[in-house]
């Protein structure tokens, strides 16, 4: 089927590419000199790249930001927004983070979370569960992805392909299942 206005033309990134992706960016990674404590994957479409390069690096510490900003197929929000649940910022005083997302589409999404590690998460430093004005830390963070579109706001520390085509990714590429008339050879 030829694209059309309404068909952006199609980039599919099938499970087996996925797997070399993941380790030609942690390759990237390692050959910078640069080493991460801490994977922090943009959820949700950061999930498993997130995991996979973290393997790839020998980095078991993990985090997650959810933030949403597309809605739908080339359809946002005015502005990506973080949601809960939130990160637990004690365990990113003095480590090194790298920050995993699928795309850099836009950008928007990975600008928002690289801007709040570097202006600095709100940290309880006494312990009491209180945030006190100004009490705030910034994080050395860098960033990957698999994707990164010429559209961009932000260019990613590390890219393993750049399009400016929609990408198919193995996880997402088959719609939710919503009852077991999903299930694989049954018959609805």
Excluded at 41 to 53: K, N, Q, S
Excluded at 64 to 84: G, I, R, S
């Amino acid at each position: 089927m030829p694209d059309s206005p309404r068909t952006p033309a199609l980039e599919v990134l099938p499970w087996n590419r996925f797997g070399e992706a993941a380790r030609e960016l942690a390759r990237e990674v390692v050959a910078s000199g640069w080493m991460p404590d801490l994977v922090i994957a943009v959820a949700r479409g950061g999930l498993v790249p997130a995991g996979a390069i973290a393997y790839a690096l020998g980095v078991k510490a993990m985090g997650t930001m959810n933030v949403e900003f597309y809605t739908d197929v080339a359809e946002t929000l005015p502005e990506p927004v973080v949601l809960p649940p939130l990160l637990d910022t004690t365990v990113l005083a003095d480590a090194k983070v790298l920050v995993v997302d699928d795309v850099a589409d836009s950008g928007h999404t990975l600008r928002v979370v690289m801007d709040l590690l570097q202006r600095g998460l709100p940290i309880d430093l006494d312990g009491d569960g209180r945030i006190e004005a100004g009490e705030h830390l910034p994080v050395e963070a860098r960033s990957a992805v698999l994707y990164t579109k010429p559209r961009s706001v932000i260019e990613p520390d590390y890219t393993w392909r750049r399009t400016d085509r929609w990408i198919s990714f193995p996880w997402s590429a088959q719609p939710p299942v919503t009852g077991p008339s999903d299930a694989p050879g049954e018959n609805g």
